[in-house]
């Protein structure tokens, strides 16, 4: 008996090739989608970070001048009607700086800034940072910790804000 082997079928694939292809398709995507949620998997879904932009209250409970929000680390700085928020964070290693008289000074290993967060001397590699102020629907005042402004940037609140 011989067998006649082809190695060309002439009329196409069979089914029995069609459902193995199609088998082995079906296989590969499960893999590939099985890797995909695996690797998602590694790293969280949640962030445990809280979030950058603070609510800090009516305008009109700050005074004109600085005043330290020790939760926030920023100075808000109130000039009449207009508010800029200051990161308390030393731009060295992140130890919360002081308020001096001719401006600001790091505890941890002295770097000092001026009235304006510029470096006068220590070793801060750069000035403290301006953070964004705005004003929430409510009235409130909000400062975002994640962004950085240029010092001359100030939101200026209405009048009614502050009665």
């Known amino acids: 008996m011989t067998h006649a082997t082809h190695d060309h079928d002439p009329h196409g694939p069979t089914r029995r090739s069609l459902l193995a292809a199609g088998a082995t398709g079906c ?3 499960g893999a590939l989608a099985h890797g995909a949620a695996w690797t998602l ?17 009516p305008p009109k409970t700050f005074p004109e001048g600085v005043t330290f929000l020790s939760a926030e680390k920023v100075f808000v700085v109130r000039k009449e009607a207009a508010f800029r928020g200051l990161s308390a964070v030393c731009t060295h290693l992140g ?7 001719a401006g600001f000074r790091c505890p941890c290993h002295g770097s000092e800034f001026d009235a304006e967060g510029v470096r006068t001397g220590g070793p801060a590699p750069r000035g403290l940072v301006w953070r964004a102020m705005s004003l929430a629907a ?7 910790l994640a962004g950085e402004v240029a010092a ?3 939101l200026t609140v209405p009048e009614e804000s502050l009665r």
């Open 41 to 57: 998997s590694l790293a969280p879904r949640v962030s445990y970070e809280p979030p950058s932009v603070r609510r800090l209250g």
């Open 95 to 101: 130890c919360t700086v002081d308020r001096t008289d």
């Open 152 to 154: 001359t940037v100030a």
């Open 27 to 29: 296989a590969v995507a």
């Open 138 to 144: 409510d009235g409130t005042l909000l400062v975002d």
